[in-house]
């Protein structure tokens, strides 16, 4: 069966740190990936989706980037993270953008 | 902008009632998904229907599909505390990669 697995679950990092954020999927092959932000209380924002190795498409732009450097694989990180970069973020894949999306735990991250 | 908007934001009912959310979205959209989110967890997917559907059926859920209107609603039937979260739906658009979520319904159900 497929899985997802996200982490970590919380983060606190100091304005200025570097993020890495790390999704990776099992099970399944040429999964469509996504991730999302979800500020506290709010809807899913997405910030990122990927077809395939090395194809990202960004939706917001802002102080995160996004790679997916395997198949399975789908990393958020940013180089200077910002106070406004706090909130929770969410991994997601599906099969095609026709079928459900399968979400990970999700990572809380502060930064303070 | 989001593409989906769930009404109301907010809802509170008594345990063994009933409960409907509504969403609308903004263009033409390949299907409609709804999905739960309990607090501080991922989402759950909970019912998906196809712009060519009308009406579909889960459990104690029914989930309604209005193209013309361009509206969705979400009726879960005779509620539990268990189904205290929130509900968002998704839409994704024609020609496109991209699975939007809308604000969601905070549900809470009084025991």
């Known amino acids: 069966s497929q899985t997802i697995h996200q982490w970590p679950a919380t983060l606190v990092q100091p304005v200025g740190s570097p993020l890495s954020l790390e999704c990776t999927v099992e099970?399944?092959?040429?999964?469509?990936l996504y991730w999302y932000r979800q500020a506290a209380g709010r809807g899913l924002q997405l910030l990122f989706y990927?077809?395939?190795?090395?194809?990202i498409s960004s939706e917001v732009p802002q102080n995160l980037s996004a790679s997916r450097p395997q198949d399975r694989q789908f990393i958020l990180s940013s180089k200077k993270l910002l106070l406004s970069d706090s909130g929770f973020y969410l991994c997601?894949?599906?099969?095609?953008?026709?079928?459900?999306?399968?979400f990970g735990q999700g990572t809380r991250l502060t930064v303070v | 902008s989001q593409q989906g908007e769930e009404d109301p934001q907010a809802l509170s009912i008594q345990e063994g009632e009933n409960a409907t959310m509504n969403c609308s979205y903004k263009?033409?959209?390949?299907?409609l998904q709804w999905y739960r989110q309990n607090s501080g967890r991922g989402l759950v997917h909970l019912i998906l229907?196809?712009?060519?559907?009308r009406e579909k059926h889960s459990g104690r859920l029914r989930v309604t599909l209005d193209t013309s209107k361009k509206s969705s609603s979400l009726l879960i039937t005779a509620s539990r505390a268990a189904d205290t979260a929130s509900y968002f739906c998704?839409?994704?658009?024609?020609?496109?990669?991209?699975?939007?979520f809308g604000s969601g319904t905070r549900l809470l159900v009084r025991p």
């Open positions: 997601a894949w599906s099969v095609s953008p026709d079928t459900e999306a399968f």
């Open positions: 099970g399944t092959s040429n999964p469509n």
């Open positions: 990927s077809v395939g190795i090395g194809q």
């Open positions: 263009t033409s959209i390949n299907n």
């Open positions: 229907i196809r712009s060519n559907e």
């Open positions: 998704a839409t994704k658009f024609d020609s496109s990669y991209k699975l939007i």
